[in-house]
Every structure is written in structure tokens, then in C-alpha cells.
């Protein structure tokens, strides 16, 4: 499956953007599917993931209570509402397929392009 992330850009802290993530290919709805950030200078780090039926979400506690993750599969797409931002939220932002979670660390075997999300104080 391939995956191109959208939506990102600057702004300002308590703002909002939507990152959104097509998926290519008819098995996306097979899959749970997930974001990653990496903020310069520190290690990628996992933010959200969402089950195949879309009922079950996780969260990485720096986000949880301002992003939500959700996802489309009649449009193959999987989405992260990014409210209330932070400067420390400024990082390129990843979207994923099959994400999985293994003593307690994620990965995910399908990786998009991502993108820059930037946070002014």
C-alpha cells in the first residue's frame, strides 16, 4: 500500500490543522493504520493509531485529549485532527499502515512520505 500525507503547515500555538493520509490499493480497509512524528533532534516517536474497524484508538499521552485520529475507508483515508498545538508538537508527521503494537513499542511495515507540521509561540 502506498500512503501521501497532506494538511500540514504552520501555525499558531492553540491552533489547528487536519493532516490527511490517501492510501493507494484495496486492502487499506485491512489494516490498522497509525501516525509517527519526528521532531528535530529527538527520536520518532509514535502519536496515534486507529483499528481496521475503526471502533478502537490509541493515543501517546503528549497528544491524547488534542488529537484524534480517524479514518474513511470508502475513501481510503486515514485523518489526525490536531487541536489546541503546541510549539513541542512542531515536528514531520508520518502516516502508516499496519501498524502493530509489540512490548509496548509500535512500528508499522508501510510508511508515507510525511509532513511538516510547524507550531509558533
Known amino acids: 500500500v502506498q500512503l501521501q500525507a497532506s494538511g500540514g503547515g504552520l501555525v499558531q500555538a492553540g491552533g489547528s490543522l487536519r493532516l490527511s493520509c490517501a492510501a493507494s490499493g484495496r486492502t487499506f480497509s485491512s489494516y490498522a493504520v497509525g501516525w509517527f512524528r519526528r521532531a528535530p533532534g529527538k527520536e520518532r516517536e509514535f502519536v496515534a493509531a486507529?483499528?481496521?474497524?475503526?471502533?478502537?484508538?490509541y493515543y501517546s499521552d503528549p497528544v491524547k485529549g488534542r488529537f484524534t485520529i480517524s479514518r474513511d475507508d470508502a475513501k481510503n483515508t486515514v485523518y489526525l485532527q490536531m487541536d489546541s498545538l503546541k510549539p513541542e508538537d512542531t515536528a514531520f508527521y508520518y502516516c502508516?499502515?499496519?501498524?502493530?503494537?509489540?512490548?509496548?513499542?509500535?512500528?508499522?511495515?508501510?510508511w508515507g512520505q510525511g509532513t511538516q507540521v510547524t507550531v509558533s509561540s
Open positions: 502508516t499502515a499496519d501498524i502493530v503494537r509489540r512490548s509496548g513499542v509500535w512500528s508499522a511495515d508501510y
Open positions: 486507529i483499528s481496521r474497524n475503526g471502533v478502537t484508538t
